[in-house]
């Protein structure tokens, strides 16, 4: 198979790594990819929303698979553009088409999809400008801390937590009628604020059956403590060792099947990855938000547990045929430790050359923010490097990551030193 992949984070790091094992892999091109994809295949300079770019790489290059890691061009249509094209039609995409996507796109959206297949979640209301009093009377009515959601997009931004009604009233003016997530905040999801610990959750789904991933715990945080501000991720860990069976059945039960059922019902096609995000409430799992796609840093810790070959699920996916592929899971437990330039998730320098990472033999460095400049890897991003560890439990993983991280350098290198203090 000749694959295209698009995206440039540790993500799509840990998929080339992934698909690089599989038999039937011929070729594998990454764009735009990173320092570390080019060791797996060829990185491309295209822009993943630049879908003619795409198009004319494709025919030229005789690709027969195109796998999406980010949500961006899977939420501005590039399967439905596929599925247009004569010459394209045929060629799978992994990842929903624009419609399913909308489960990621818009909050609102995944709101009313949960609450009509029954699928728990927190109570919510949906207000636009013209709505914005009934916005105020919706908050009244509730109790601290507020939570606000834009309903479209707006790169992990859009959701502010507040701890008094009078700021939560400013701000549903400002996303509101002062666009201050511009577009994505044109409509605004209120919701019952949860206290909870959460996980995320992942199926993989050809739009007829679906195959459970292992969960996963990030740290979004930039502080130590789960402080600061809110950052893509600067670690995480599988298995969580707060979801036992029971709590997994619960999921399964009252989550996975119902969202795989709920979109054939609906008659939404989605093919691809399905990422829970769940929230734990006294042992009852909630639906905090759906992506339409894998996590990051996740799947620098799922991918490596998963002992089968991606693509033959990948194909499984596109010919319909995922419940006859088989699917393993390695039973070590890996964590993750994510290292960041100084700044991030604020501003920060790029360029900063990475030494020591090949003194590393312990560990899976996935590349997420890097750049190579020959021989030379430079950061190019905030988050740089998820070091990545196997461990016959968390903590071992975990020890093995924090090792091999004091072996990497690059000026005002950055990481959580307490990743996974809440479940040890
Ligand atoms: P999201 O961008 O949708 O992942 O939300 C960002 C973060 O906000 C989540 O990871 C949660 O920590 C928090 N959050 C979102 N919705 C709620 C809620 N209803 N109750 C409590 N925390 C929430
Ligand atoms: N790590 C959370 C996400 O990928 O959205």
Redesign the pocket.
Known sequence: MRVLLLGSGG?EHAFAWKMAQSSILEELFIAPGNAGTRNFGKNVDLSVNDFEAIKDFVLKNTINMVVVGPEDPLVNGIVDFFLADEELKNIPVIGPNKKASQLEGSKDFAKEFMKRHNIPTAKYGTFTKDTLDKGYAFLEKMNAPYVLKADGLAA?KGVLILQTLEEAKKELKSMLADAKFGDASSRVVIEQFLDGVEL?CFVITDGDGFKNLPEAK?Y?RIGEGDTGLNT??MG?LSPVPFANPTFLDKIQNQISIPTVKGLRRDDILYKGFI?F?IINVKNEPYVI?Y?C??????TEVVLPRLKSDLLDLFEGVATNTLSERDIQFDDRSVATVMMVSGGYPKAYEKGKTIYGMNTVSDSIIFHAGTKADGPVVTTNGGRVLAVSSYGKDVATALKKSYESVSKIEFEKANYRKDIGFDVL
């Open positions: 993500r992990g995320s990030d979004k893509g991720g995480a990422f995000g938000e992506n796609r894998m996590g990051d840093p996740e």
